[in-house]
């Protein structure tokens, strides 16, 4: 499967954007989704990730309750809704599948298989 993210930009501080991540080569219907971001000189950080089965979500403590992860199966699509951004969400934003099935959420890199491209987003103060 490819992954191709795209919405990036740069916006100002308490600032809304929705990045996109679109999928191609077969269904990810049964893929659990994450997104991940990098910072400059910092690792790879885990945001979201969406369950195949149910579409539960998890996020991490540094975006709860401001970003949302969304799926849209017909369209083989995966969403990141970003809500008051802050300077320090300035990084690369990755998207991520894992294609294990299992139930438990993927939190770590090495439990994805699939990577898109990346998207630059630049929030501003």
């Known amino acids: 499967v490819q992954l191709q993210a795209s919405g990036g930009g740069l916006v100002q501080a308490g600032d809304s954007l929705r990045l996109s991540c679109a999928a191609s080569?077969?269904?990810?219907?049964?893929?659990?989704m994450g997104w991940f971001r990098q910072g400059p000189e910092r690792d790879r950080e885990f945001l979201a990730s969406?369950?195949?089965?149910?579409?539960?979500?998890f996020y991490a403590d540094s975006v709860k309750g401001r970003f949302t992860i969304l799926r849209d199966n017909p369209k083989n699509t995966v969403y990141l809704q970003m809500n008051s951004l802050k300077p320090e969400d300035t990084a690369v934003y990755y998207c991520?599948?894992?294609?294990?099935?299992?139930?438990?959420?993927?939190?770590?890199?090495?439990?994805?298989?699939?990577w898109g491209q990346g998207t630059q987003v630049t929030v501003s103060s």
């Open positions: 080569g077969r269904t990810i219907s049964t893929y659990t």
């Open positions: 991520a599948a894992d294609s294990s099935g299992l139930s438990r959420p993927p939190r770590y890199r090495y439990e994805y298989d699939y």
């Open positions: 969406i369950r195949w089965s149910d579409d539960t979500t």
